[in-house]
């Protein structure tokens, strides 16, 4: 089983940035996908979640509005794209599957919002 981030890096503020984490050896479309952030010296934070059909999705309310979940189960691929980025976005992101007893986490991408 694998979760790979990628699309992290250093963005000026107001800037976008699309992180993407591609799954494999698990079945991507029966779980529940999700980001989580972890700024440094504090805990980790959930972003948004995507049910597997995509029928449901939620925010965190400091993202609603400048950051879109979204997913492709035949690529196995589940998106965040983030719009207007701010220094508090700062952090590692993770991608986290779910089903049920079964959760993956993917190793982090880092994500520096600065000027």
């Known amino acids: 089983v694998q979760l790979v981030e990628s699309g992290g890096g250093l963005v000026q503020p107001g800037e976008p940035l699309r992180l993407s984490c591609t799954a494999s050896?698990?079945?991507?479309?029966?779980?529940?996908m999700s980001w989580y952030r972890q700024a440094p010296g504090k805990e980790r934070d959930l972003v948004a979640t995507i049910s597997p059909a995509a029928g449901i999705i939620n925010y965190a309310d400091s993202v609603k509005g400048r950051f879109t979940i979204s997913r492709d189960n035949v690529k196995n691929v589940v998106y965040l794209q983030m719009k207007n980025l701010e220094p508090e976005d700062t952090a590692v992101y993770y991608c986290?599957?779910?089903?049920?007893?079964?959760?993956?986490w993917g190793q982090g991408t880092q994500v520096t919002v600065s000027s």
């Open positions: 986290y599957a779910r089903r049920y007893e079964s959760i993956y």
């Open positions: 050896g698990f079945t991507f479309s029966s779980y529940y």
